[in-house]
């Protein structure tokens, strides 16, 4: 983004102010990452109020602020814009900002593999177009349009994550955005808390459709059947189902593990055998929306097989992390829910990587009432035939504890509520071994300490 302060007063509905002509290059609502020609937002909260930081962002050299209509001691000596909301001002600027670019925007949702997906979307365009993409996790109210703002006026794709914890979420990003093409990875568990049912969250990611272009596409997880009454009311040609189903436009056949990822099989859409350098039949799957965009993009699929091959993935899903003694991590504790837990589960299962299999499970959280089936259905999931040792953390995966007391040997099963350092001690004891470690739990319980603390351990 380059506007004049006063191009952003008109987006805005509001006269120019002093110091109207001052060069704005970029959005910051944070002084510790500003920079120089920002234009500073900042909001005013319970605990701590932005506007007391305005000096500073200007001393770091944002090119002007906004300032809360109401807060006393607005600077008359820097360019400033006083408006009624600093959020709902953001929110405006990003709206109109979005109407003057000829990007393709797309949009993506879901209960599990958003980022991942979102990595594989843009790393199958970028080795054909101009490409950018949501950086960590600025995927909500204020990310979004934070996002948005920060694209190159040249962008030809913009991959945009979307989520949200309740109903409404999805549907006010999406009309923000007007992606021309949106995906559903699947439906889990994850909000269960909010939403009150899987159904309840099948509703509230098909909000993403509400701000579809006309002439735009959903992809969908075909193999979900909570999405069918949502994609219903789309024309046929716009909803484009992806999966293992026969009913799929577009069908995972097969996924293999190899040394440098996975490699899968499809038909439909598009035919024949693609690798991806990440592990997991269920990231072959995200890699299905991959393929189908980059087709709609006008790519072959020689230029989609040739470009999955070098996508760089976000840490912490199915990153595999070479330990001590010949040990192999498979690092996928950035987030967990009852989906994705039993995914990385059944991969590790069916792995042939090392011959000894240790899984370390974390708490799963937002489960509302589903908690503690949730964390009892996995006991379903874990057998000592395909499993050598299981670890659990955290105080919900007691429940899971007690069912699998007596089917595992007692020492091949460890709980600890809150210290670490009865797992860490196990796992250090089976390093000899050279096994394959699967770390998996809610992003709170921050499990990759593991594999630090086990590396300092030696």
């Known amino acids: 983004m380059k506007r004049t302060l006063n191009e952003i007063?008109?987006?805005?509905?509001?006269?120019?102010?002093?110091?109207?002509?001052?060069?704005v290059t970029g959005v910051s609502i944070d002084t510790r990452t500003l920079n120089k020609g920002d234009l500073f937002i900042p909001f005013k909260g319970d605990q701590a109020d932005g506007h007391r930081f305005v000096r500073q962002a200007f001393d770091k050299g944002a090119a002007a602020t906004l300032w809360q209509k109401g807060v006393p001691g607005a600077p008359e000596d820097v360019p400033v814009l006083i408006v009624e909301d600093p959020e709902q001002a953001l929110q405006q600027m990003a709206r109109r900002y979005r109407g003057e670019l000829d990007a393709v925007i797309i949009g993506i949702t879901g209960s599990?593999?958003?980022?991942?997906?979102?990595?594989?979307?843009?790393?199958?365009?970028?080795?054909?177009?101009r490409v950018r993409k949501t950086e960590g996790n600025y995927n909500n109210q204020l990310g979004l349009p934070l996002t948005i703002l920060?694209?190159?006026?040249?962008?030809?794709?913009?991959?945009?994550?979307?989520?949200?914890?309740?109903?409404?979420?999805?549907?006010f990003l999406s009309a923000l955005a007007r992606p021309k093409y949106a995906v559903i990875t699947n439906i889990g568990e994850a909000h269960m808390q909010d939403l009150g049912s899987r159904e309840g969250i099948a509703k509230a990611k098909s909000e993403i459709t509400d701000g579809l272009q006309p002439d735009g596409k959903l992809f969908y997880d075909?193999?979900?059947?909570?999405?069918?009454?949502?994609?219903?009311?789309?024309?046929?040609?716009?909803?484009v189902p992806f999966g293992e189903g026969e009913t799929c436009s577009l069908r995972l056949l097969s996924a293999e593990p190899s040394e440098a990822g996975s490699i899968f099989r499809t038909t439909g859409l598009a035919e024949g055998e693609f690798m991806i350098p990440v592990l997991g039949a269920h990231q072959a799957k995200n890699a299905l929306a991959a393929i189908l965009i980059g087709r709609e993009a006008g790519l072959t699929d020689d230029q989609i097989r040739e470009a999955l091959k070098s996508v760089e993935l976000t840490g912490m899903r199915m990153q595999t992390v070479e330990g001590p003694n010949g040990s192999l991590f498979i690092n996928d504790a950035y987030n967990a829910a009852p989906t994705s837990v039993r995914a990385a589960l059944g991969f590790v299962r069916s792995s042939a990587l090392r011959n000894e299999k240790w899984v370390v499970l974390g708490d799963m959280l937002e489960l509302g009432a589903l908690e503690v089936p949730a964390h009892e259905g996995l006991a379903e999931e874990l057998d000592p035939a395909d499993f050598d040792g299981v670890c659990l953390y955290g105080p919900r995966m007691a429940h899971l504890f007690r069912k699998l007391e007596g089917k595992f040997p007692a020492d091949r099963?460890?709980?600890?509520?809150?210290?670490l350092s009865p797992i860490t001690g196990k796992l250090q004891s089976r390093l000899g071994h050279a096994p394959l470690i699967l770390l998996k739990g809610s992003r709170g319980m921050a499990l990759e300490r593991i594999i630090g603390e086990l590396?300092?351990?030696?």
Do not use: R
């Open 9 to 23: 007063a008109d987006w805005l509905g509001l006269p120019h102010p002093t110091g109207g002509t001052a060069a």
């Open 112 to 129: 599990n593999g958003k980022t991942s997906t979102k990595d594989l979307v843009a790393g199958t365009l970028s080795p054909y177009f």
């Open 150 to 171: 920060s694209l190159p006026e040249d962008t030809e794709y913009a991959v945009l994550e979307m989520g949200m914890s309740g109903f409404g979420e999805i549907s």
């Open 222 to 239: 075909g193999d979900e059947p909570l999405l069918g009454p949502h994609v219903e009311t789309l024309p046929e040609s716009a909803a």
């Open 413 to 419: 099963l460890v709980w600890s509520g809150e210290d």
């Open 455 to 458: 590396a300092d351990t030696l």
